[in-house]
């Protein structure tokens, strides 16, 4: 019974420590783009390694060329 005297203080402390790191988490601004770095990977610099037949932007050309 002796142990939850010190345990009660540890476990308050180590959750005003979380606490404290989430708002200041929060008020830094780590959570304000959630999705563009997952998207980042997709837009890599390696246009040259994909097939003239498969770019996406020779649809684009096929349709201005068309008007």
Same mark, same amino acid.
């Given at each position: 019974m002796d142990i939850i005297y010190l345990l009660i203080p540890i476990a308050i402390i180590l959750a005003s420590v979380a606490i404290w790191?989430? &708002?200041w988490s929060v008020k830094q601004g780590q959570f304000d783009d959630? =999705? &563009?770095p997952?998207?980042?990977i997709l837009? *890599? *610099?390696d246009d040259d390694m994909?097939? =003239?037949d498969a770019r996406q932007d020779k649809d684009k050309n096929r349709s201005q060329d068309s008007k």
């Open positions: 790191a989430f &708002s959630l =999705e &563009s997952a998207h980042r837009y *890599d *610099d994909i097939p =003239e």
